[in-house]
């Protein structure tokens, strides 16, 4: 029999390979650790049942504008590293919430920060940075997917002060219980894709549940009709005015993505490694079989590779100089060393990698949607081939 191992004493027990937390400022790190043991607390342990119940924890919500979670870069003046690798520990606990925080602070808050006006901001920021006003996102439609910049159907109409929308939306993460959601639609008159805040107590807007999702179960996306809904214009948001104006938001919501692909595969080797050391078979450890320990290895290097890529594109972000053709490589290589990473995990838990009980399962299903959103493996790779050939492969 071997002796039973302390896992939170062995080195490394953080996952942290080559230390890229140490390239945070102390007070960083401190904040880091706050928001670890917060989600140690309260999401870790409730995400497998929601995930099963497909059933969002709205009690969360109180609790994250406590944490204080929302635009940590823009507003509280933390590093994009820093913030990457928050977003990193949130996937780490939990995808789903993670998908929650990034739908409403990247996407939609990221939207208004980016593209209202100095007075739109001053009237719509503070309950959206303090969980008052939840946000949605609704760029995707149900005929209008990778090629929505140019696929928009959803029309928008001005008449006087308002605007008339019609159309329709698909995938729109938190729509079936935010309070806003932010509607992409293409101006009739001049045929440029714009962006509105709506309410969604607006008479002509509807959004039902997309059920039976075998990835992110918890977060709720949604399928919204928008029949004649009328919008003031006051809440056309003042510069989103085409399709190139949205892209500066999806820019940076996609390294978003990248690091919830880093949190994946920690996610994956925190769980897969305690099984390797707890699970015996052949009355040793399955930790002390070598091919095991090469499928661990395998995962620690993938996801340390994409960290160290997540970290120096967040540095270049920090500079101000970092280039959509660096984020799309990073979502396009993070996210398939992620679906490796998790199917190795997912195997080194046997038979037990394919119940949620143990995690894994969560975390290999969850990898699906990470993989697919915020524009797909494939189009995050013609981009980035597109700016390395000067060549577009896209259609
Ligand atoms: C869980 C989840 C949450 C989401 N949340 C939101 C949200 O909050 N707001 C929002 O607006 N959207 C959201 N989306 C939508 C998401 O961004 C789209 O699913 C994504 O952009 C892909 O579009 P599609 O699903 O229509 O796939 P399609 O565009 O139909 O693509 C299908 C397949 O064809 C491939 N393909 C397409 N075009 C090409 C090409 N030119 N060359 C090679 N391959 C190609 C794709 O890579 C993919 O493999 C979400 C999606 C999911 C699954």
């Given at each position: 029999m071997s002796k039973a191992i302390d896992l939170n004493n062995l080195p490394y027990a953080d996952g942290d390979f080559y230390s890229f937390e140490h390239l945070l400022s102390d007070a960083e790190r401190a904040r880091l650790q706050e928001v670890r043991d917060f989600l140690t607390k309260e999401v870790r342990p409730i995400a497998v049942d929601c995930w099963n119940r497909a059933?969002?924890?709205?009690?969360?919500i109180p609790k994250l504008a406590e944490l204080d979670v929302?635009?940590?870069?823009?507003?509280?003046?933390?590093s994009n590293v820093f913030a990457g690798m928050v977003h990193a520990e949130f996937t780490r606990a939990d995808a789903s919430i993670a998908t929650f925080v990034g739908v409403h602070d990247g996407l939609f808050t990221g939207s208004v920060e980016e593209l209202a006006s100095e007075e739109q901001k001053a009237a719509w920021l503070p309950d959206i940075y303090s969980l008052k006003k939840i946000g949605a996102f609704g760029l995707t439609e149900p005929l209008g997917g990778s090629d929505v910049a140019g696929g928009t159907r959803t029309t928008a109409q001005r008449d006087g002060d308002n605007w008339i929308l019609n159309g329709a939306k698909r995938w729109i993460g938190n729509a079936t219980f935010s309070d806003w959601v932010l509607i992409f639609a293409r101006d009739v008159a001049d045929n440029q894709v714009k962006g509105f805040l709506l309410d969604t107590k607006t008479e002509g807007y509807a959004a039902t549940k997309i059920e039976n999702?075998?990835?992110?179960?918890?977060v709720q996306n949604a399928d919204i009709t928008l029949t004649n809904v009328v919008v003031p214009?006051?809440?056309?948001?003042?510069?989103?005015?085409s399709f190139r104006d949205t892209n500066k938001v999806l820019k940076v919501t996609r390294l978003g993505v990248a690091w919830q692909a880093v949190g994946q595969q920690l996610a994956a080797f925190d769980v897969a490694r305690r099984y390797a050391v707890e699970r015996q078979q052949f009355g040793r450890p399955l930790a002390s079989f070598q091919l095991v320990q090469d499928q661990l290895v395998q995962i620690l290097g993938n996801a340390v590779s994409s960290m160290g890529m997540m970290v120096r594109l967040a540095q270049l972000e920090d500079e101000g100089v970092a280039k959509d053709e660096q984020s799309t490589l990073a979502k396009a290589f993070t996210t398939a060393r992620m679906r490796e990473s998790v199917a190795l995990g997912r195997s080194i838990l046997g038979g037990n990698g394919i119940v949620t009980d143990y995690e894994m399962a969560k975390i290999f299903a969850d990898a699906e949607a990470i993989y697919s959103y915020e524009g797909t493996h494939e189009v995050n790779t013609l981009v980035t081939g597109r700016a390395i050939t000067g060549i577009s492969a896209i259609v």
């Open positions: 059933d969002f924890p709205m009690e969360i929302v635009s940590p870069v823009r507003r509280q003046g933390y999702k075998i990835s992110l179960r918890t214009d006051e809440f056309k948001l003042a510069g989103a005015n």
